[in-house]
Nanobody, 124 residues
Framework: QVQLVESGGGLVQAGGSLRLSCAASGRTFSTYAMGWFRQGPGKEREFVAVINWTSGARYYVDSVKGRFTISRDNAKNSVFLQMNSLKPEDTAVYYC?????????????????WGQGTQVTVSS
């Protein structure tokens, strides 16, 4: 089992920045990738960004490219999401997720472990 705990959400004005953190514990040695997903009001949970735990390769949804950066600290079993130039449409609950499935990337059904979520609200 892997436990994930997010932090760093909050209320920010459009154009502002936030940094989300996710700390992993438990059987983290089996992790292939860690990702961030978000779920806005009345919307499906959608992929935001993913990072390969070994290679550091990153992939983003088009809507956040150039604004968000995913990074990791293997020593601390942590993943981060730096969010800049935030827009009201970025408002959502953001979830950290982990998977041991080789090749998993954007499909939320391929992630086995989830954090409790952290609210990000961007005001206009």
């Amino acid at each position: 089992q892997v436990q994930l705990v997010e932090s760093g959400g909050g209320l920010v004005q459009a154009g502002g920045s936030l940094r989300l953190s996710c700390a992993a514990s438990g059987r983290t040695f089996s992790t292939y990738a860690m990702g961030w997903f978000r779920q806005g009001p009345g919307k499906e949970r959608e992929f935001v960004a993913v990072i390969n735990w070994t290679s550091g390769a990153r992939y983003y949804v088009d809507s956040v490219k150039g604004r968000f950066t995913i990074s990791r600290d293997n020593a601390k079993n942590s993943v981060f999401l730096q969010m800049n130039s935030l827009k009201p449409e970025d408002t959502a609950v953001y979830y950290c997720a982990a998977t041991g499935r080789v090749g998993a990337r954007t499909n939320k059904d391929e992630y086995d472990y989830w954090g409790q979520g952290t609210q990000v609200t961007v005001s206009s």
